[in-house]
T-cell receptor, first 112, second 113 residues
Framework: GENVEQHPSTLSVQEGDSAVIKCTYS??????FPWYKQELGKGPQLIID?????GEKKDQRIAVTLNKTAKHFSLHITETQPEDSAVYFC???????????FGKGTRLSVIA | ETGVTQSPTHLIKTRGQQVTLRCSSQ?????VSWYQQALGQGPQFIFQ???????GRGNFPPRFSGLQFPNYSSELNVNALELDDSALYLC????????????FGPGTRLTVT
């Protein structure tokens, strides 16, 4: 089955700097890659996603890139703010009828 | 906020007991998936319900069971609770089976003592 590896497990950045979180997946049939942000005491919130026919997608300060050949995808957050501090999860999805497979998460701390 | 609600927020049970967790999906969504999130881990898929039928199951024993109702709300039942069942239980709704985007509720924190 699909396996998703996520790195780093923790990341500290200064406010205003950029943060990058990387994930690799094992099943080349995966074609949908969402990113979730989970704040303390809350459920995961979908923040951005990308499908396998697209190489990059941006939404304001957040961007995701996908390299299908290497089977890895990354989340980029620019101009980080303290409210970006949370645990971020990547996931991979083969089709709508199969479950999301999550990475183990990255705890991002933005230091003011 | 996603519009997915779960109840209760927190629950404490004793080993061997049974528990029922509830989820109301986002308006217009007919598919509900349940996930277990252990501390410090990513969510793990338990099962999915579509049109009141189980539509896929992860690597969880039969003592984890579920229901979906005609209004698309759902229940997760766990029998014979074990200490390792202590986790955050999340439900996620999607527009229909076959669509990719899943929207999570706030979860129910279950503690088994």
């Amino acid at each position: 089955g699909e396996n998703v590896e996520q790195h780093p497990s923790t990341l500290s950045v200064q406010e205003g700097d950029s943060a990058v979180i990387k994930c690799t997946y094992s099943d080349s049939a995966s074609n949908y890659f969402p990113w979730y942000k989970q704040e303390l005491g809350k459920g995961p919130q979908l923040i951005i996603d990308i499908r396998s026919n697209v190489g990059e997608k941006k939404d304001q300060r957040i961007a995701v890139t996908l390299n299908k050949t290497a089977k890895h995808f990354s989340l980029h957050i620019t101009e980080t703010q303290p409210e970006d501090s949370a645990v971020y999860f990547c996931a991979a999805h083969i089709s709508g009828n199969t479950p999301l497979v999550f990475g183990k998460g990255t705890r991002l701390s933005v230091i003011a | 906020e996603t519009g997915v609600t779960q109840s209760p927020t927190h629950l404490i049970k004793t080993r061997g007991q049974q528990v029922t967790l509830r989820c109301s999906s986002q308006s217009g969504h007919n598919t509900v998936s349940w996930y277990q999130q252990a501390l410090g881990q990513g969510p793990q898929f338990i099962f999915q319900y579509y049109r009141e039928e189980e539509n896929g199951r992860g690597n969880f024993p039969p003592r984890f069971s579920g229901l979906q109702f005609p209004n698309y709300s759902s229940e997760l039942n766990v029998n014979a609770l074990e200490l390792d069942d202590s986790a955050l239980y999340l439900c996620a709704s999607s527009l229909t089976t076959g669509t990719y985007e899943q929207y999570f509720g706030p979860g129910t924190r279950l503690t088994v003592t």
